[in-house]
């Protein structure tokens, strides 16, 4: 891969280590703007990992994030976030006790005044459920309302790349396909969507391409349709439940 590419994000030989040993493997990635990128995987992938040292959270042993051929592996989160990439990672994580309304803007505080205006609209425009719940305390909201919640957070800085971790984790099925195509109409606004899946269905649909990773290696890249249309790929992947 090379990093000159303005319209991709690249992740190149990725190791990343937690505990005992490496949970992410010399893993490589390529997220295009304007496309959906679905990373599927079982529980203990590394899926998780390779989102959190993308955002800064962990440090990788090595391996590059490269974005306009700049490379921000190892960056703290603040500056990854101002180069353009927000991370939702799983578990909704929310400030609980304060209204959604502060919940968003607690995401805009570091946007100048103009921008945060048109990011929390934009991001209500994709969410007009929480229009109604502005003065609601997050914390008491069902589960799909505050995956809308953290999603609309990352979208009011109009990012670049948007990596989006577990989003079916605990929610009803009908919640699920309601967001989904969501994140089809953010990759069609020209940002790169990573839809980062432990079920195999929630993701294909919605993706152009796909990786599996397992044990933390990737084992398989490719068109999401090929791996839809081949369950022998699924379950040579450990995806049994996509596979069914």
């Known amino acids: 891969m090379s990093g000159e590419s303005g319209g991709s994000l690249l992740l190149e030989e990725m190791t ?4 005992a040993g490496p949970v992410v493997r010399n893993v490589s990635l390529e997220i295009r703007r304007g496309e959906v990128t679905a990373l599927l995987g079982p529980n203990g992938a590394g899926k998780s990992s390779l ?14 994030v490269l974005l306009d051929g ?13 180069a353009g990439i927000a991370i939702v990672p799983e578990g ?16 805009c505080y570091a946007l100048p005044r103009g921008q ?6 934009h991001a209500l425009e994709m969410f007009p459920e929480l229009v109604k719940r502005l003065d609601i ?3 008491s909201m069902s589960g799909g309302e505050q995956q809308m919640l953290v999603l609309a957070q990352a979208l009011v800085s109009q990012p670049r790349f948007i990596f989006v971790d577990e989003l079916s984790l605990g929610l ?3 919640v699920v396909k309601r967001l989904v195509p969501t994140l089809r109409t953010v990759a069609e606004s020209g940002v790169g969507v990573l839809l980062i899946e ?8 919605v993706s152009n391409h796909a990786y599996v990773m397992d044990r933390g290696r990737v084992q398989f890249s490719g068109m999401a349709a090929e791996l839809s249309e081949n369950p022998d790929l699924l379950h040579s992947s450990y995806l049994l439940a996509g596979a069914g």
Do not use: H, M, W, Y
């Open 92 to 107: 909704r994580r929310l400030l609980r006790e304060l209204t959604v309304a502060d919940n968003l803007d607690v995401a």
């Open 116 to 121: 945060a205006k048109v990011g929390r609209e």
């Open 137 to 139: 305390r997050a914390g």
């Open 16 to 19: 990343i280590s937690r505990g």
């Open 70 to 82: 700049k490379d921000l592996c190892g960056k703290r989160p603040e500056r990854i976030r101002q």
């Open 51 to 64: 989102v959190l040292a993308v955002g800064g959270v962990l440090r990788a042993e090595t391996g590059r």
């Open 172 to 174: 009803a099925p009908v």
């Open 198 to 205: 432990q079920f195999a269905p929630v993701a294909l649909g």
